[in-house]
């Protein structure tokens, strides 16, 4: 059973940044699309980003040009690396892959001065 664990969260006024890692098991993870979505207080959970196994990256609109998702495949983790943020980014953040249909536990981002 493959596991996907984050980490990196944590408070951090508007306009700081983070990097949130995804360390997965399995040998295979270079195979796996990895995807980051987040779920703020009270709201649905929604996507934030992907990146396929040949590293191509999307993200959600109001992620763009703040957000940068990438991949280390020795280290079998995916990142995703969040600037510029903003009071509405405070979510709990999770990965996932589709691939396998796994989630993480998610990893708390609170963006507060």
């Known amino acids: 059973q493959v596991q996907l664990v984050e980490s990196g969260g944590g408070l951090v006024q508007p306009g700081g940044s983070l990097r949130l890692s995804c360390a997965a098991s399995?040998?295979?993870?270079?195979?796996?699309?990895m995807d980051w979505y987040r779920q703020a207080p009270g709201k649905q959970r929604e996507f934030v980003a992907r990146?396929?196994?040949?590293?191509?990256?999307n993200y959600a609109d109001s992620v763009k040009g703040r957000f940068t998702i990438s991949r280390d495949n020795a280290k079998n983790t995916a990142y995703l690396q969040v600037n510029s943020l903003k009071l509405e980014d405070t979510a709990v953040y999770y990965c996932?892959?589709?691939?396998?249909?796994?989630w993480g536990q998610g990893t708390l981002v609170t963006v507060s001065s």
């Open positions: 399995g040998s295979i993870f270079r195979l796996y699309i």
């Open positions: 990146i396929t196994n040949n590293h191509s990256t």
């Open positions: 996932y892959t589709p691939t396998l249909g796994v």
